[in-house]
């Protein structure tokens, strides 16, 4: 017979301290919750309540499942950014905590911008910060691009769940050559941008295995391997940024806790960018660089 709730809450409890002992009571109520379809605060209330045969065969799926060090995300097919519930797979990265620092310096700057922006958001993986966007600046349209089609249905069903889908374009294709196919030329009407928002994989290769497990076994590489260094994506994205913006236009670029001065050094030898800064992240770490492209609104296409 299926245990009661607060039966099951124990068990599955035992279950994820073997694979951290600091998280599993946490885990294991958000786990049941989402097995019950109850807000966390409401599972204490059905304490008594037996569980049907296949929600507790579907808790000792999870249970093992995240014993092989699956990602939570993964098991529940969702995670909270910015206040904003999104659907994730394995196709996808599951979005960081940090990088809604990327999206908070954005809006404190974007939000002050006149007219109707266009912002494109280069490896949008699960849409994840264009969608918070989107959410909080109705008046911006969005160029969205992953090298990834399947992360990139994820996020087209996120920006259908939020009401936001409208506004947005899709495309396949490395960095920018959505906006310059040869033939097409796809997105040239999207052009200058207002503002490019990305956060690149950035990890360096050889450190790639050492990560936890969660990510290192079950993340899609493509959204973590920065190459040699970590850097060779956000390089590009800095040589590559400026020809797709506006004067004064925004560029915001998520890095790595340890890769600010290098960054910097780099976007400022590049002529079209002014006013390059990395700004940290709430642990004081170096996370965003932001810099604003050179010249007065003439666009690098006229
Ligand atoms: C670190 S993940 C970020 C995903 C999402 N923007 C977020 O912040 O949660 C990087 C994403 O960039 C994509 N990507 C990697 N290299 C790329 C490239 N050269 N051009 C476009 N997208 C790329 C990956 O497929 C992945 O979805």
Redesign the pocket.
């Known amino acids: 017979m299926a245990p009661s709730v607060a039966e099951a809450l124990a068990w599955l409890r035992e279950r994820l301290k073997e694979v951290d002992a600091d998280t599993a009571e946490t885990e294991a109520l958000w786990i049941v919750a989402h097995a019950l379809g109850l807000k966390p605060a409401r599972v204490w209330l059905e304490r008594r309540t037996p569980l049907a045969e296949e929600t507790w065969r579907w808790l000792q799926e999870v249970a093992k499942r995240r014993q092989a060090r699956e990602p939570l995300a993964y098991l529940l097919g969702e995670a909270e950014?910015f206040g904003v519930r999104l659907e994730v797979s394995p196709a996808?990265?599951?979005?960081?905590p940090e990088?809604e620092r990327?999206v908070e310096v954005a809006l404190e700057r974007l939000v002050e911008e006149k007219g109707r922006l266009r912002i494109a958001?280069?490896?949008?993986?699960?849409?994840?910060?264009?969608i918070a966007l989107a959410v909080h600046l109705p008046h911006a349209t969005f160029y969205a691009?992953?090298?990834?089609p399947e992360?990139l249905a994820v996020a087209q069903r996120n920006a259908q769940r939020h009401g936001v889908a409208e506004r947005f374009q899709w495309a396949i294709?490395?960095?920018f050559?959505p906006f310059r196919r040869p033939s097409g030329r796809e997105w040239e009407e999207g052009l200058p941008l207002d503002a490019i928002v990305?956060?690149?994989?950035?990890i360096p290769t050889a450190l790639l295995e050492a990560l936890q497990p969660e990510i290192s076994r079950y993340e899609?590489r493509?959204?973590?391997d920065g190459g040699a260094d970590g850097l060779e994506?956000v390089r590009?994205l800095l040589e590559q940024a400026p020809f797709f913006l506006k004067g004064r236009g925004w560029l915001f670029c998520?890095i790595g806790h340890d890769q600010g001065e290098r960054a910097l050094a780099w976007a400022r030898s590049q002529p079209l960018w002014e006013e390059v800064e990395v700004l940290p992240d709430w642990g004081g770490r170096s996370r965003v660089v932001v810099a604003r492209r050179a010249g007065e609104g003439a666009s690098p296409w006229a």
């Open positions: 950014f996808v990265m599951v979005p960081r990088t990327l958001d280069i490896g949008t993986g699960s849409g994840a910060i264009a691009t992953d090298i990834s992360a294709g490395s960095l050559e990305s956060n690149p994989p950035y899609p493509q959204a973590l994506v590009a998520e």
